[in-house]
C-alpha cells in the first residue's frame, strides 16, 4: 500500500484545528476576541493538617484463569500528605517521626470475605500484599476489592479512638483467551506485560514500547517494537497483509480508532476483527480530543486491551479525558516552532488565546544562549526574554505535571504516561525537523520523568531519524529492567542543562542523562551521588567521554551509564 506523504499526515492535524475554530478551546484566529477557556485541572487545596491517602490496586491487570494457582497481590499506597488530593482524610500522628509514629492494619476483603490482612506502614508505595485466586471464579467483569485499614499509633492507649480508612480497587480475573489478545498492565510499575507477538508463545514479560506512528512499510527490518498505523485503512486487504508480516517478525500494533471512537458500533466491529492477534498492543482512541474539545465521555469504553490516547493541550479538561484510559501521552513539540507567536496564524500565544503548535510551552530563559541550537535564525546574540525559542523542558514539565495529576486524582497505579517525541517539520508551524540526536534528547526527556513508552509523530521522517530511533529502541533492553524494577526507585537531578535520572537496584545505579544545551557539559558522578569507581557505557548519541570522576556529554548528545558502587 502507497504510504502517506508527510503533508497528508500532518494536514489531519491542521484540518482539524481549522474545523474546531478553537484549540484547546482557546480562540486562536486574529479575527476572534480572547475569552478564557477554562476547564484546568483542580489544584488540590493545602491541609494545614496531615492527611492519610490510603489506596489499593491489584498488583496485575488482568489475571488470567491461567494465573490461579501462582501468587496474585494487592498494592497498598499509604501516602501522608498536607494536600487535600482526592481520597485523602485528616490522621493524627504522634510526636516525633513518621517512621515511628505507627502502623495501618489493612484487610483485603471480596464479597465480604478476607484475602490478606497484615501490617503496613504509613507512606508506603506499593506495599504488596499477597493473596490466593483459587476461590475466585474467572469473569468477564471485574470484581471489587474492599481494602480497609485502621491505623494502629505508637501511642494509642485502650480508650483512643480508632482511625479507620477504606479504599476499593477493580480485580479483574478472566477466563482464558480463546480468540482474544491479552496485554496485561503491571500496577507496580506501570509497565505493559506482552508475549511474544509471533503468537508463537512464551510467557508474560515487559515491554517498552518504541515505535513510529505511520502508515506500515518501512519498518519491518528495524529494531522498531511497534507501529502505530494511522488510518484510514482503505485497502483491507492488503492491511490484513501487513498485520501478518508484522505478527512473522514480532512487531506489535497500537490499533487507531481516532475517526471512530465515538462510534459504538464501528468501534465494536473493529474490535471484533482485530482482538484475535497476537501482537495486538493497545487500542488508541482519541487523538487529541481536548484540542478539538471532543465530547468528554467519548475516551471512555472497557475492553481487554489496554487503551491509550494523547492529549495536545497542557491543561484543558485534562481529567475528563483522561478517565477512560490506561495509557495517557503528552506530544510538545518545541524544535523549530516559536512557540509564543502562531507561524500559522499570526498571533501571540498565551495562556487564554492563540495556537502556536506547542500548547503552553515556555521560551528557554533570556540570555541561555547554551540552549540555542545552531539551526535557529531567531537572534544572533544574547536571547531575549520571550524569545519563542522552544525549551526541551517543556517536555519534562509535561511529563511530571500528568504524573503529578494521576497522584492527585488516585490513578497513578492504574494508569501510565507515555511521550510522543517530534519527529517532523519543515511545515506548518515547525520550520525544521530534529536532528536524530534532537529526537533522543526529547525521549530521554519524558522517560526521565516517567514515561513509559516512546511514539513519535510522524513517519515519513529523514532517515537519520529512523537510525537514532532503532539505535535508541536497540538499547533498551540493556536498562529497562532497572525503570521496570519494582524496588529500583528513580532519582532525578539537573545539573547545568544536563537532565538525569538514576535507578537504583542493589549495588548497580542506571544513569539515563541527555544534555539539552548546544554546548558541551561536564558532571561529575558525586554530583549524582555517585562514585563512578566501575562504569559501563549501555548506550551513547552523539558524543560521549566517560572520566573516573565524571563524564561529558557533547552538544545535545546522550547516554546511559550502568555504574557498580564500592
Known amino acids: ?323 477512560g484510559t490506561d495509557i495517557v501521552m503528552q506530544d510538545v513539540y518545541m524544535i523549530g516552532n516559536n512557540v509564543t507567536w502562531s507561524n500559522e496564524w499570526n498571533t501571540t500565544c498565551t495562556p487564554d488565546y492563540g495556537d502556536c503548535g506547542c500548547d503552553n510551552c515556555f521560551s528557554i530563559p533570556a540570555g541561555n544562549s547554551a540552549a540555542v541550537s545552531p539551526n535557529s535564525t531567531y537572534y544572533d546574540s544574547v536571547v531575549p526574554a520571550n524569545s519563542g525559542i522552544g525549551s526541551y523542558f517543556d517536555i519534562s514539565d509535561r511529563v511530571s505535571s500528568f504524573q503529578n495529576r494521576l497522584e492527585v486524582m488516585g490513578w497513578e497505579r492504574t494508569k501510565a504516561v507515555w511521550t510522543v517525541p517530534q519527529a517532523f517539520g519543515s511545515a506548518q508551524y515547525w520550520t525544521r525537523t530534529p536532528t536524530g540526536e534532537e529526537w533522543v534528547v526529547q525521549s530521554i526527556m519524558g522517560i526521565n520523568q516517567g514515561a513509559l513508552g516512546v511514539v513519535p509523530w510522524v513517519d515519513p521522517n529523514p532517515e537519520y531519524i529512523k537510525v537514532a530511533a532503532s539505535a535508541f529502541a536497540l538499547s533498551l533492553p540493556k536498562f529497562t529492567s532497572y525503570i521496570f524494577g519494582a524496588t529500583s526507585p528513580r532519582s532525578n537531578y539537573l545539573v547545568g542543562g544536563v537532565d538525569i535520572a538514576t535507578w537504583a537496584a542493589g549495588f548497580e545505579t542506571l544513569v539515563l542523562a541527555t544534555n539539552t544545551d548546544y554546548v558541551t557539559s561536564n558532571v561529575t558522578w558525586t554530583d549524582i551521588g555517585l562514585s563512578g569507581a566501575g562504569v559501563e557505557v549501555v548506550y551513547m548519541s552523539g558524543s560521549v567521554n566517560t572520566t573516573g570522576n565524571s563524564f561529558t556529554l557533547g552538544s545535545v548528545a546522550s547516554a546511559a551509564f550502568v555504574v557498580i558502587s564500592t
Open 1 to 323: 500500500m502507497p504510504r502517506l506523504t508527510f503533508a497528508v499526515l500532518t494536514g489531519i492535524q491542521l484540518l482539524a484545528r481549522v474545523s474546531a475554530q478553537t484549540w484547546c478551546n482557546k480562540h486562536y484566529m486574529a479575527n476572534q476576541s480572547v475569552v478564557p477557556p477554562g476547564g484546568e485541572f483542580t489544584i488540590p487545596a493545602v491541609s494545614d493538617i496531615p492527611l492519610l491517602a490510603f489506596r489499593c490496586a491489584a498488583a496485575i491487570k488482568p489475571y488470567l484463569e491461567e494465573d490461579v494457582g501462582t501468587p496474585a497481590g494487592v498494592l497498598i499506597d499509604s501516602p501522608v500528605v498536607y494536600s487535600e488530593i482526592v481520597g485523602a482524610q485528616p490522621i493524627g500522628l504522634p510526636a516525633g517521626p513518621l517512621s515511628s509514629a505507627g502502623q495501618l492494619d489493612v484487610t483485603v476483603s471480596l464479597n465480604g470475605k478476607t484475602l490478606v490482612n497484615a501490617l503496613v506502614p504509613l507512606n508506603a508505595s506499593a506495599y504488596e500484599l499477597p493473596f490466593s485466586l483459587d476461590r475466585i471464579t474467572p469473569q468477564m467483569t471485574p470484581y471489587n476489592l474492599s481494602c480497609g485499614a485502621t491505623f494502629l499509633a505508637s501511642n494509642a492507649t485502650s480508650s483512643s479512638s480508632p482511625q479507620s480508612y477504606n479504599a476499593s480497587a477493580a480485580l479483574s480475573v478472566l477466563p482464558n483467551p480463546t480468540n482474544s489478545s491479552v496485554t496485561k498492565m503491571d500496577l507496580r510499575t506501570g509497565a505493559l506485560l506482552v508475549k511474544p507477538a509471533t503468537g508463537l508463545g512464551g510467557e508474560y514479560e515487559p515491554i517498552f514500547p518504541v515505535g513510529f506512528y505511520t502508515t506500515f512499510d518501512g519498518y519491518l527490518s528495524t529494531n522498531i517494537s511497534v507501529i502505530h498505523i494511522v488510518p484510514t485503512f482503505d485497502n483491507m486487504t492488503a492491511f490484513e497483509m501487513v498485520l501478518d508480516r508484522m505478527q512473522e517478525v514480532g512487531m506489535y500494533l497500537m490499533y487507531d480508532m481516532r475517526f471512530t471512537y465515538m462510534n459504538n458500533t464501528s468501534v465494536m466491529e473493529q474490535v471484533n476483527s482485530i482482538k484475535y492477534r497476537p501482537n495486538l498492543l493497545l487500542w488508541y482512541t482519541g487523538d487529541e480530543p481536548d484540542g478539538t474539545s471532543d465530547p468528554l465521555n467519548a475516551t471512555t469504553w472497557m475492553v481487554t486491551i489496554p487503551v491509550s490516547l494523547v492529549l495536545n493541550c497542557q491543561d484543558y479538561e485534562w481529567a475528563s479525558y483522561t478517565a
